[in-house]
């Protein structure tokens, strides 16, 4: 009935993991909504709550420790935290697929990457063996491995390229939403050219959405529609591409862009964000950011900050706009 | 260099350490430890043991009860007067059990911190030099190991007699090459890490690497092992005396007990009961103590 | 920057070679430089370049198969053990790793004061402990954190302690291993602003190894790009950011992400992957990836020849300069 359904919404998200009795809020009333056919960026750095975030979109958070407070997430309609663990585990590969950051440990070293590509195909859907494998050998060269490798295992491949069998395998059921959490993090950058460029074809082929988890705004810029900045747990700021990397609001967005050197301006010095990360179990009250804002005032020590609109797309939350949507920098 | 901006309260580095003191990184694992219900029992349990052997002089008198044979009292089921009973030659069961105690676990702790030292020289060479040095001591341990410990232990004892120092001696011989390779892989898995580069970068010579740098960073693995193998040397013990070969009546040791008790165990079972359950519970202490230590070291558990 | 324009470090035709099982892996073969004092000079390349190899051979932390590396006039390789333990009080190495290139075992206090007892640069515990704290205040570590241990601290404070140890012993040399790679962004700004400021402060000369292309350019006076263990491209940073000469460096510069969304740039991509370091064969060893390569590249090694004035490329593309 709705046309324009969301292919993933992710409504008020709090995680928390409890470790010798103390309690980690790694995330705390995340909103995430991702349109067919659309990538959303979620970026921030260590301890930020992003892969938490990924994780409980399956429900594959590690027990005992992690335990979902509150909040919804639907996939297609469909209410995960509703779902049997039979339902449940049929959505995980065929409808939702994850990439991890290691390519290393993601694979099994004793079976065929072909046998890997083919062993979610057998699971989801009802094929052959003979048929399953003629279409890994279609996924491998998809991915732009030569289908002949098919029989090879993974130590026979190298980083780059193990990566692209772990997008293959992620790939192999047509899932509409795929979870990339820094899936070239780990590669050298002549090799993450590549693979960016993989993904955005892929993109361009499919309606399938894409949740691009990184610490990297270079990878965002080149791959992603939305970007959402995690701060301690909290979106800190939300929007197009557009609003985040030509109309960014944040202080945490100003610092994370001034932090990086710029190509053109060799001799500028850094402008790094002064102190450190906070402790997920001792966050500071108020706004998590405060002690390391420059613009802060006395109620960003006592307050959380409320998320404010400032167009159709783009939402902040600090309390520099409590008043105005003007741009406070 | 700048000058200092942070205003020095002290002048001497006791000061110093006397205001931001050390975190005590064995306090806190003691403190993991105590989590482990199945491991403190099994810490409990041996130091029972060890402190009934301590006081045995105190509890019961060696020459009168513990090796002065009492016919008239002999084969008697366990009363009040004696607890585990009585043996074939009419002695306090139980006195021997506590003196078995403590032959046990002098002769095995003593044997395996003699093998535990040949291990740290040998296994921390071949573990940290690696190369030849490292083929050459591995190929000379595996040839120990083929043997089994009781083999080993029956070729030095028949060679050079059966005395205590002897028994002690080729025990420690029998586990040296085990402890060798618990100690090498150990510094094996320490010696890739870049803090060893670093002190190799400012100038450390390899026995401060080794005593300072790499062997602390190994005790984990190697203390666990310390436990178990105690135990098994405790049971190597009890083997050979059970097969004669080792303690050698009448001094009491639980596996000649066994031996001398086989006899008469259908009709009285209680004088094999005894020395059987106190090599169960010790073994089992151990082997519980060692377990828990494993966990309480694990590094992956770490922060 | 300060230059005082002598060459501190000299490497000539520098190899180390490893034997593995497959045959000879060619981790750094004829790497030849100079390193005038109080410069830094960035290694960049990907993985399996041999940058890291070369900057622990520079330091004779793995004893080069041949060539020479002469620093400060004296050739290296010809210094016994303790001679070079004595050399190395003025060439340090910072690692890449917070995590694991401090001892677990040692408070930050003792891992700093370690060098300096060593060196046996001051006797008197209560001075030399001083001077322990001297270099926190330096790299900015608090007082209050003498007696901690490494996993107590996050990444940027266990590498600032890696920097207090490198400069314990007052060295002119750092080698740098990606030291921040493995940080976080806003923390890499952090310590990269804190090691420039202590080259001014200090004088001290870099080896700046790195894959991250963008942090090098802010970092270093010159650039040399490593490909296969062979050294393919040399020039002052701009010259080299403005005007690649080989092809794998362009391939290189326009692979990096860039935080912008308007003015993007075509990426060059390459083809294929990494040739094997083993055994290789005396062609240019980026022929097969490259989409300029012509005949002569897969018959010939290209030396490195001096193209511009002070830039050098080893590419069949260009000619020594005035020919």
């Known amino acids: 009935m709705d046309a324009q359904q969301n292919t993933l919404e992710i409504k008020n998200l709090t995680v928390e993991y409890v470790v010798d009795d103390e309690v980690v809020h790694a995330v705390t009333g995340v909103n995430i909504t991702i349109p067919a056919g659309k990538t959303f960026g979620l970026v921030g750095e260590t301890g930020a709550g992003k892969t938490t975030t990924a994780l409980s979109i399956l429900n594959l958070l590690p027990l005992p420790a992690g335990r979902i407070v509150s909040g919804e997430i639907f996939v297609n309609g469909q209410d995960v935290f509703k779902l049997s663990p039979k339902q449940l585990r049929a959505m995980r590969g065929s409808q939702v697929a994850m990439v991890f950051q290691d390519p290393m440990s993601s694979l099994n070293p004793i079976k065929t990457v072909g046998e890997q590509i083919a062993e979610g195909m057998k699971i989801h859907r009802e094929v052959s063996d003979k048929e399953a494998l003629r279409q890994a050998t279609n996924m491998l060269e998809m991915v732009g491995i030569p289908g002949g490798r098919v029989s090879e295992y993974p130590h026979q491949f190298s980083g780059g390229m193990k990566q692209r069998v772990i997008i293959a395998i992620a790939l192999a059921c047509n899932p509409e939403l795929l979870i990339a959490d820094e899936p070239t993090t780990a590669l050298d950058v002549t090799i993450q050219a590549q693979v960016l460029k993989l993904i955005k074809e892929l993109r361009e082929k499919s309606p399938m959405v894409m949740l691009m988890i990184t610490h990297a705004l270079g990878i965002v810029a080149e791959v992603c529609d939305f970007v959402g900045i995690m701060y301690a747990g909290r979106i800190v700021e939300c929007g197009t591409l557009a609003d985040i990397f030509d109309n960014l609001r944040h202080p945490y967005t100003r610092g994370l862009f001034d932090s990086l050197p710029d190509i053109e301006n060799r001799r500028a010095e850094l402008k790094p964000i002064p102190g450190l990360i906070p402790d997920p179990m001792n966050l500071p009250p108020g706004c998590a950011f405060h002690p390391r804002c420059s613009y802060a005032k006395p109620e960003c020590s006592r307050d959380l900050p409320q998320v404010r609109w400032l167009s159709d797309t783009h939402y902040v939350s600090c309390h520099l706009y409590n008043e105005t949507v003007e741009n406070m920098l | ?303 | 920057m300060n230059s005082l324009g002598e060459i501190l470090l000299e490497v000539k035709n520098l190899k180390k070679y490893f034997h593995v099982a497959a045959g000879t892996l060619h981790a750094v073969d004829d790497v030849s430089f100079t390193l005038e004092e109080g410069r830094t000079l960035g290694i960049v390349g990907e993985s399996g370049c041999g940058k890291t190899t070369l900057g622990r051979t520079i330091l004779r932390l793995i004893e080069p198969t041949s060539g020479e590396m002469v620093f400060n006039g004296k050739d290296l390789r010809k210094l016994n053990t303790s001679e070079m333990r004595y050399m190395r009080r003025e060439m340090q190495i910072i690692f890449q790793d917070p995590y694991s290139s401090l001892n677990p075992r040692m408070t930050i206090a003792e891992t700093i004061e370690e060098p300096i007892f060593l060196a046996g640069l001051i006797p008197d515990s209560d001075k030399r402990f001083m001077r322990v704290l001297d270099l926190m205040d330096t790299v900015g570590l608090a007082q209050r954190l003498i007696n901690t241990y490494p996993h107590e601290l996050d990444g940027g404070r266990r590498q600032r302690v890696g920097i207090a140890r490198a400069l314990a012993m007052n060295p002119k040399f750092i080698v740098c291993d990606e030291p921040v790679s493995s940080l976080d962004v806003s923390i890499q700004a952090q310590i990269l602003n804190l090691m420039k400021t202590i080259q001014r402060d200090m004088g001290i000369t870099y080896l700046f190894i790195t894959h991250d292309l963008s942090v090098v350019n802010h970092f270093s006076d010159d650039i040399a790009v490593m490909y296969l263990g062979r050294l393919v491209e040399k020039a002052p940073s701009e010259a080299l950011f403005q005007k690649p000469l080989h092809p794998y460096t362009e391939a290189l510069l326009s692979a990096i992400p860039v935080a912008r969304i308007h003015n993007r740039h075509e990426r060059i991509l390459l083809k294929g992957e990494l040739t094997s370091p083993i055994n290789p064969e005396p062609v240019c060893r980026f022929a097969a990836r490259c989409n300029q390569c012509m005949d002569i590249c897969t018959k010939e090694e290209p030396p490195l020849i001096e193209a511009r004035p002070n830039h050098f490329v080893a590419c069949h593309l260009h000619k020594p300069m005035g020919s």
């Open chain 2, 1 to 303: 260099m700048q000058a200092t901006s942070t205003a020095r309260p002290f002048t001497t580095k006791k000061e110093f350490y006397a205001q931001f003191k050390k975190k005590s990184i064995a306090h806190e694992l003691w403190l993991r430890f105590l989590k482990n219900k199945t491991a403190v029992m099994g810490l409990i349990i041996f130091c029972i043991i060890v402190a009934v052997a301590i006081t045995a002089p105190w509890i019961t008198n060696y020459d009168t009860v513990v090796i002065k044979m009492n016919i008239a009292e002999r084969l008697q089921a366990p009363s009040m007067n004696h607890w585990f009973g009585t043996d074939e030659l009419g002695r306090d069961i139980l006195a021997r059990i506590v003196y078995g105690a403590r032959v046990s676990l002098v002769i095995g702790i003593s044997a395996i911190f003699v093998s535990l030292m040949v291990g740290l020289v040998l296994g921390g060479a071949a573990g940290y030099y690696g190369g030849k040095t490292d083929s050459v001591i591995m190929r000379g341990t595996d040839v120990f190991l083929c043997l089994p410990d009781v083999l080993l232990a029956l070729a030095i004892i028949a060679a050079f007699g059966n005395t205590k120092l002897n028994l002690t001696i080729a025990i420690g011989l029998a586990f040296s090459p085990k402890f060798s390779r618990v100690v090498r892989s150990a510094v094996i898995g320490v010696r890739d890490n870049e803090y060893i580069e670093a002190a190799r970068s400012i100038g450390a010579l390899d026995k401060r690497i080794i005593s300072r740098h790499v062997l602390p960073n190994c005790i984990g693995p190697i203390i666990v092992q310390v436990t178990l193998y105690v135990a098994n040397a405790i049971l190597t013990i009890a083997a050979l005396s059970f097969l004669g070969l080792g303690i050698q009546p009448p001094t009491p040791e639980w596996g000649n007990m066994l031996a001398s008790g086989r006899t008469y165990m259908r009709d009285f079972p209680h004088i094999v009961m005894a020395p059987g359950l106190a090599i169960f519970f010790t073994i089992l202490a151990l082997n519980l103590l060692g377990d828990g230590l494993r966990d309480t070291l694990d590094p992956r558990l770490k922060h």
